[in-house]
């Protein structure tokens, strides 16, 4: 017997054996089920032996007299369940990086469920994790196109599923990643892609480098300055975010760690002829010998104090709040804002 025979016998029987069931559990005679559905009392007894199912129209009207589930009543649940457990071996295999063994898998069950889209993105990404596992280009060009093929799959059957663990941008991200390898090299593709969803500017840097990539170079270049200097987002912000964070929970060694390297982070753009770069700095250094005062570490203190007063000096003679000010921002367009002026007016007064 063929496997689809074998599979179609046994939703055949799950059925049979339901209806005698539910029918049992809701205290119906076969006489009173089969008025309900407007059929012959003769219809019922054969769907209930076998030899013969109910037509798919009325399947609707039965599980519904039953108070039961579509699913329930062809006996699927149970082979739901099965599946269940087949999709969480197949993550537990990605996460012990048994990538292949995941995509064996992945593909044998997509053959019996091509309609489930937690299957598809797991077969997407155990193929996604095998072109990145691979130093062969041949391979990682094969690999790349299938996890694309996924993902497109998972994004056509995502409207119709209760997801809650990844979002359709998620899937178009992974595949402007796959876009963006050099063995396939559609980085405008994956600009294009990343754009639609950079509302936030969250992917501002990857932009930057498909852009470069894709021989854009200036373009990219501005681009991942303007991310880096003008949006503040990952050089400063967040060391500073982090050295006042420790700075509150009285660890003035762990603040004044991420305060210097804040301070060397600003080092990168000083311009012989002064800018803002120096203004910046004065500000962090000023602050760095006020931490290490606080530690009583009195000749670190004067040292920090000495750098501040120094750049402070500097930025006096070419004041500037432009990030153009900066060295390698010339093209960046925009202006600085801070909380320097006080410090600035201590160190070296406006007036001097």
Not at 22 to 42: C, D
Not at 289 to 299: D, I, M, R
Request: charged share 30%; hydrophobic share 40%; glycine share 6%.
């Amino acid at each position: 017997m063929m496997k689809e025979e074998r599979e179609e016998q046994g939703v055949s029987m799950n059925l049979s054996n339901n209806i005698v069931c539910f029918r049992k559990e809701r205290g119906l005679t076969q006489e009173q089920l089969a008025a309900l559905l407007n059929v012959s009392v003769s219809a019922v007894s054969k769907w209930e032996i076998g030899s013969n199912r109910p037509d798919l129209e009325l399947l609707p009207d039965l599980a519904e007299i039953f108070q039961v589930s579509i699913d329930s009543l062809l006996g699927y649940e149970k082979s739901y369940k099965n599946v269940d457990q087949k999709v969480a071996g197949m993550n537990l295999l990605l996460q012990k990086e048994q990538y292949r063994a995941a995509a064996e898998e992945a593909a044998e069950l997509l053959r019996r469920y091509p309609n489930d889209i937690r299957i598809n993105k797991l077969l997407a990404d155990a193929f996604y994790s095998l072109c990145f596992s691979t130093n062969s280009g041949e391979e990682k060009k094969e690999y790349a196109g299938k996890a694309v093929y996924y993902y497109e799959k998972s994004m056509e059957l995502y409207d119709g599923a209760r997801i809650q663990d990844y979002t359709k941008v998620e899937l178009h991200c992974n595949i402007a990643t796959l876009y963006a390898l050099d063995e396939i090299g559609k980085y405008e593709e994956a600009v294009e892609i990343l754009e639609r969803y950079n509302g936030s500017r969250q992917y501002d840097n990857r932009i930057a480098w498909y852009l470069f990539l894709a021989g854009k170079k200036e373009e990219g270049r501005n681009r991942i300055l303007k991310h880096c200097v003008a949006d503040q987002i990952f050089v400063f912000n967040d060391l500073s975010i982090l050295a006042e964070m420790y700075r509150q929970e009285g660890d003035l060694e762990k603040a004044i760690l991420f305060m210097e390297a804040e301070a060397a982070s600003y080092e990168l753009f000083f311009r012989d002829e002064g800018g803002y770069a120096d203004r910046a700095y004065a500000g962090k250094a000023y602050r760095i010998s006020k931490l290490y005062e606080e530690t009583g570490k009195a000749e670190q203190a004067e040292m920090w104090y000495e750098k501040a007063r120094k750049h402070a000096r500097i930025y006096r003679s070419n004041p500037s709040m432009l990030i153009a000010s900066l060295r390698y921002c010339d093209q960046v367009e925009g202006r600085m804002i801070d909380s320097c002026a006080e410090i600035l007016e201590e160190l070296i007064p406006e007036t001097l």
